[in-house]
């Protein structure tokens, strides 16, 4: 079982340059998420998308673009990175459609560095 | 808003010590609540949950019960081993929404 799967693992950006996290889940969930983790701060929620074709911002959304390109694929873009984005992000999925309250399961997260 | 607020660590203990880490919470209505925990360079696992008032989740010699009066949730575990040593969140599922809050983390290091 892949579970959530993001890539890549770790990247090194300058200031200003522009990248994509990839993010796919092969539990046919209909929530996606994605969080960043800074130190003392817990996770923070950028965005979700609650359904494919539907995405909301969350807690700190700025400077950050997403797209459910489908039901499994979620993708988080930076376009133009800044030194306070280094984190580590993650990606959640979580099954919504049953009605049963259910957990939101992690990806292996991805590790930013900005400088 | 909702929101988590769990004690701040790091939290040191020798083997076999007991483990209390706290977990406040403020929501409207009836919130599902979970512990998580986080390994070295790894992704957040699902430790244990709980979904309504009074209940008590465990899992791996872990238990929290979910105290409404006291909008509590604190983790717990009798017997601590090193490979216990990680990062534990405490987090929250408002009622009706699809959303997690999560607490800052608390950093457990485990001695022999």
């Known amino acids: 079982n892949a579970g959530v799967t993001q890539t890549p693992k770790f990247q090194v950006l300058k200031t200003g340059q522009s990248m994509t996290l990839q993010c796919a889940q092969d539990?046919?969930?209909?929530?996606m998420y994605w969080y960043r983790q800074d130190p003392g701060m817990g996770l923070r929620l950028i965005y979700y998308?609650?359904?494919?074709?539907?995405?909301d911002k969350g807690e700190v959304p700025n400077g950050y673009n997403v797209s459910r390109l489908n039901k499994r694929e979620f993708s988080l873009r930076l376009e133009s990175a800044a030194p306070s984005q280094t984190s580590v992000y993650f990606c959640?999925?979580?099954?919504?459609?049953?009605?049963?309250?259910?957990?939101?399961?992690f990806g292996q997260g991805t590790r930013l560095t900005v400088v | 808003g909702d929101s988590v607020t769990q004690m701040e660590g790091p939290v040191t203990l020798s083997e076999e010590a007991f483990l209390t880490i706290n977990c406040t919470y403020t929501?409207?209505?009836?919130?599902?609540l979970f512990w998580y925990v986080q390994y070295p360079g790894e992704g957040l696992q699902l430790l244990l949950k709980?979904?309504?008032?009074?209940d008590k989740g465990s899992n791996k010699g872990f238990e929290a019960t979910y105290r409404k009066e006291t909008t509590s949730f604190h983790l717990e575990k009798g017997s601590v081993q090193v490979s216990d040593s990680a990062v534990y969140f405490c987090?929250?599922?408002?009622?009706?929404?699809?959303?997690?809050?999560f607490g800052s983390g608390t950093k457990l290091n485990v001695k022999p």
């Open positions: 959640a999925s979580k099954d919504t459609a049953t009605g049963v309250i259910t957990e939101a399961f």
């Open positions: 539990m046919n969930h209909n929530s």
């Open positions: 998308s609650a359904s494919e074709g539907t995405t």
């Open positions: 929501a409207t209505g009836y919130p599902s």
């Open positions: 709980a979904t309504k008032a009074d």
């Open positions: 987090a929250l599922r408002p009622q009706n929404f699809n959303k997690f809050y």
